[in-house]
């Protein structure tokens, strides 16, 4: 059967009848990863705005075999109004009529690629709000700017690195070396209709250290060495074929924050504009539902003057 959302109405796919509502739901999940129900009622009450009927919607979905629930994001112990819902193949099959290739996948568990989806749809929803356009992942690898090697590989969002630092390493102080790619946990943009800007999202639930002895690990040292690199290479461009990239790292206290800017400093004596911090609450250690989001789409913290993410 050739599945090909049809926007006009409902089609039925086996055991149950998908309206355009349930394909607009996948998408928006199959965009940015794990979602709340009340994020997702939010992406779609333009359609509809009865939300106990909502939920039903979803409970008919996930029983119907196109949503799951995972068990690490809807604690069963825990009673909640909201649930967590993923895809499943079944939606992804509906889905394949899409013109654009699927999004990457966030890695690093259930509850990292939760924190990283909420990042990004709270602020699509507020850009969409504000009048400007939200540019997904998917529109900027379907991009005649975005090179085609760059379309079919295994790992698009990879950039390469080449980064050394001074490490104490147990026996002294000594130069340390490497060249492993980094890859942020999602990309995306912002259409200010007199300019654009793109931003690089790394979701940290403070479990990552800020330095190691080895560049090789993870670390936020790592991190902000490597874009240091990448912004003077330019290697987003050759990679991505945008113009611009503001990696903004988004953890969990400013405590943390505070932290993540004196090693940015310290990497960058004069500053940098391009960098971007803030702290969320609720992701540090997870057992609930977060709420909306809002200030994600507000100012950022950086080595100079804070930087407003609504202005052009």
């Not at 979905?61 to 949503?67: F, P, V």
Request: aromatic content about 12%; hydrophobic content about 40%; proline content about 6%.
């Amino acid at each position: 059967m050739l599945h090909v959302f049809f926007p006009g109405g409902a089609r039925y796919l086996g055991t149950m009848y998908l309206r355009p509502r349930d394909f607009y739901l996948f998408e928006v999940i199959q965009r940015h990863g794990p979602l709340p129900s009340h994020y997702l009622y939010e992406f779609s009450k333009h359609l509809a705005h009865d939300l106990i009927g909502f939920k039903k919607r979803l409970l008919a979905l996930y029983r119907a075999g196109y949503l799951d629930r995972p068990q690490q994001l809807n604690n069963p112990l825990i009673h909640t109004d909201f649930k967590v819902y993923i895809l499943k193949d079944k939606a992804l099959e509906a889905l394949a009529g899409k013109k654009d290739a699927f999004a990457t996948p966030v890695g690093g568990g259930y509850q990292h690629a939760l924190m990283a989806s909420c990042i990004t749809a709270n602020i699509e929803l507020e850009v969409t709000r504000a009048g400007l356009g939200y540019i997904s992942q998917e529109a900027i690898f379907a991009s005649s700017k975005c090179p085609q090697e760059t379309k079919t590989a295994k790992r698009p969002l990879a950039l390469a690195a080449s980064i050394s630092h001074e490490l104490n390493r147990g026996n002294g102080i000594s130069m340390h070396r490497s060249d492993r790619p980094i890859e942020p946990d999602q990309i995306f943009g912002i259409n200010y209709g007199n300019g654009f800007r793109f931003f690089a999202v790394e979701a940290d639930r403070g479990t990552e250290p800020l330095t190691r002895a080895n560049l090789n690990e993870n670390s936020i040292l790592r991190k902000v060495l490597a874009y240091k690199n990448i912004l003077t290479s330019g290697e987003y461009k050759k990679r991505w074929g945008i113009p611009n990239l503001f990696p903004m790292f988004i953890t969990t206290a400013d405590e943390r924050v505070r932290n993540m800017v004196d090693l940015t400093r310290s990497i960058y004596p004069d500053g940098t504009q391009h960098l971007l911090f803030k702290a969320i609450v609720g992701f540090h250690v997870y057992f609930r539902t977060p709420p909306l989001i809002p200030e994600l789409f507000g100012e950022y913290v950086r080595t100079g003057e804070p930087f407003d993410i609504r202005k052009a």
